[in-house]
């Protein structure tokens, strides 16, 4: 069973950035691919970005590429999601997730089996 938390949300003006981390316990951190996702109000979670479980590949949505960075400290048992620029289309709950995707399909929510709690991202304009 692997616990997962995340901190680093919180309000920011638009253009600013965050650093969002999720700290995981309780498993084999090496054993597993890592992803972020969102929750917009009113709206579906989506697919942010991952990376696999060396760290040697990463994937991105469309949307954030150029201005999101998701990396991870095997050492440490955490995963980081770096956000330059942000948005008010990024305002959203931000989702830590772990799972053991398969041919490289990092996006379907249901490719993963353990999810932290969240933590709120506000951009405002």
């Known amino acids: 069973q692997v616990q997962l938390v995340e901190s680093g949300g919180g309000l920011v003006q638009a253009g600013g950035s965050l650093r969002l981390s999720c700290a995981a316990s309780g498993g084999a951190f090496t054993s597993y691919g890592m992803g972020w996702f969102r929750q917009p109000p009113g709206k579906d979670r989506e697919f942010v970005a991952a990376?696999?479980?060396?760290?040697?590949?990463?994937y991105y949505r469309d949307s954030v590429k150029g201005r999101f960075t998701i990396s991870r400290d095997n050492a440490k048992n955490t995963v980081f999601l770096q956000m330059y620029s942000l948005k008010p289309e990024d305002t959203a709950v931000y989702y830590c997730?772990?799972?053991?995707?398969?041919?490289?399909?990092?996006?379907?929510?249901?490719?993963?089996?353990?999810w932290g709690q969240g933590t709120q991202v506000t951009v405002s304009s």
């Open positions: 990376i696999a479980r060396s760290g040697g590949s990463t």
């Open positions: 997730a772990a799972g053991t995707p398969k041919y490289n399909d990092y996006v379907p929510v249901s490719r993963y089996t353990y």
